[in-house]
């Protein structure tokens, strides 16, 4: 559980700090594409850690993690900041898929903070 922890919280800064150099200029996207992608592959691989590695692949395409898994996966340069926030957040929920009952509590947290 701490290893997927910690890989997780990497995969966050990693991802965090690729999308801070969008900001600085003359370090280009090639550096942001380099720290968002090493941050992605650290969040899956912190999944690994919790069911392994042919648990993780066997269950990326089911019924209730297909869109996550969709959204994680798809690519597009014209909208690549909204893509990349909705590909973290599409990662949060299928990392909760793992937790028994993590859904259901975000669901009714977020519920009733909008309702």
Known sequence: MKAAV???LIGVASSVAGTVTLNIPGVGLGVFA???SVGNLCSLL????LIGPKNQILT???KERAFATFLLLWDN????LVFCILQ????????LS???YAR???SKACSSICC
């Not at 912190?46 to 850690?49: A, K």
């Not at 973290?88 to 990392?95: G, I, K, S």
């Open 46 to 49: 912190s999944v690994t850690f």
């Open 88 to 95: 973290f957040l599409a990662f949060l929920w299928y990392l």
């Open 77 to 80: 340069s014209v909208a690549s």
């Open 60 to 62: 990326m395409c089911a």
């Open 34 to 36: 380099l720290l968002f």
């Open 98 to 100: 793992y937790v028994p």
């Open 6 to 8: 910690i890989c997780f």
């Open 104 to 106: 259901t509590g975000v």
